[in-house]
């Protein structure tokens, strides 16, 4: 950030939201493509409709503006997914200098590898040769050739035709129901609710807030940080830089 900004961000955490406002001008006048001028905006002006404006500017300059984007998806409740732009001069194309480079310094190892990799498939094409010569080779078999005696001739006729026997359930089966839980529960089993309250959504789990990240959100850094320690995890932001239990003193 520049100057500018961050003696509008100085003069906006005193409350001094005027001044802030005049200096933010004053830095978007000079470069209007500062997405941190236009994010600090989005917390000064107090319409909704010019906040989501001052948050869409900021990442039509950088979409990489995870503040901005993080604000302005907490506004309007659904993900903010820019395009990304690339970087001059950056391109996704394999360098072909690169792959020869590293052919010429692994020549030992792609021999090998070519070795092993051509015996394996010689030998799979071989054990598929073989096995496809062994099944050629075996003779053919025919059942016309098997006699038959009358009697086998008959047992299987009457057995082709014997219908089976299906018997009828002559009387109704009786289900008995018990049911899944009593109405009275014992005392070790007594229903119980826990009411929890949380005032404070600061995310603990890892570093992810600064000093200056707190502007747009419902909470303070004093809160987050009493917070986080309260939850066992420490000061886990960095926001108490003297270890004197307040957090962001110089903001």
């Given at each position: 950030?520049?100057?500018?900004?961050?003696?509008?961000?100085?003069?906006?955490?005193?409350?001094?939201?005027?001044?802030?406002?005049?200096?933010?001008?004053?830095?978007?006048?000079?470069?209007?493509?500062?997405?941190?001028?236009?994010?600090?905006?989005?917390?000064?002006?107090?319409?909704?409709?010019?906040?989501?404006?001052?948050?869409?500017?900021?990442?039509?300059?950088?979409?990489?503006?995870?503040?901005?984007?993080?604000?302005?998806?907490?506004?309007?409740?659904?993900?903010?997914?820019?395009?990304?732009?690339?970087?001059?001069?950056?391109?996704?194309?394999?360098?072909?200098?690169?792959?020869?480079?590293?052919?010429?310094?692994?020549?030992?190892?792609?021999?090998?590898?070519?070795?092993?990799?051509?015996?394996?498939?010689?030998?799979?094409?071989?054990?598929?040769?073989?096995e496809f010569?062994?099944?050629?080779?075996?003779?053919?078999?025919?059942?016309?050739?098997?006699?038959?005696?009358?009697?086998?001739?008959?047992?299987?006729?009457?057995?082709?035709?014997?219908?089976?026997?299906?018997?009828?359930?002559?009387?109704?089966?009786?289900?008995?129901?018990?049911?899944?839980?009593?109405?009275?529960?014992?005392?070790?089993?007594?229903?119980?609710i826990v009411?929890?309250?949380?005032?404070?959504?600061?995310?603990?789990?890892?570093?992810?807030?600064?000093?200056?990240?707190?502007?747009?959100?419902?909470?303070?850094?004093?809160?987050?940080?009493?917070?986080?320690?309260?939850?066992?995890?420490?000061?886990v932001h960095?926001?108490?830089?003297?270890?004197?239990?307040?957090?962001?003193?110089?903001?």
């Amino acid at each position: 950030m520049t100057n500018i900004v961050n003696l509008a961000i100085k003069k906006l955490k005193a409350g001094d939201k005027a001044a802030a406002k005049e200096l933010l001008i004053k830095a978007l006048k000079q470069n209007p493509k500062n997405a941190d001028a236009w994010y600090v905006m989005a917390a000064v002006v107090t319409d909704t409709e010019q906040r989501t404006e001052c948050l869409q500017r900021a990442l039509q300059i950088d979409p990489q503006h995870e503040k901005a984007r993080r604000t302005l998806s907490k506004m309007t409740g659904k993900s903010t997914n820019l395009p990304i732009k690339k970087k001059p001069g950056h391109s996704n194309a394999i360098n072909l200098s690169e792959i020869l480079s590293f052919v010429s310094q692994h020549k030992k190892l792609i021999g090998i590898v070519t070795v092993v990799f051509g015996c394996l498939i010689c030998f799979v094409v071989g054990s598929v040769i073989k096995e496809f010569s062994n099944f050629n080779a075996l003779p053919p078999t025919s059942t016309s050739s098997l006699p038959l005696s009358p009697s086998t001739v008959m047992t299987i006729t009457q057995t082709l035709t014997t219908q089976p026997t299906v018997k009828k359930l002559t009387s109704t089966p009786t289900i008995t129901r018990t049911p899944y839980l009593s109405s009275t529960l014992p005392p070790s089993m007594t229903p119980y609710i826990v009411v929890t309250q949380n005032t404070v959504s600061c995310t603990c789990a890892d570093d992810t807030y600064n000093c200056d990240d707190f502007i747009n959100e419902p909470f303070t850094a004093q809160e987050c940080f009493e917070h986080c320690k309260s939850q066992g995890y420490g000061d886990v932001h960095g926001l108490d830089g003297n270890n004197n239990n307040s957090a962001c003193e110089d903001y």
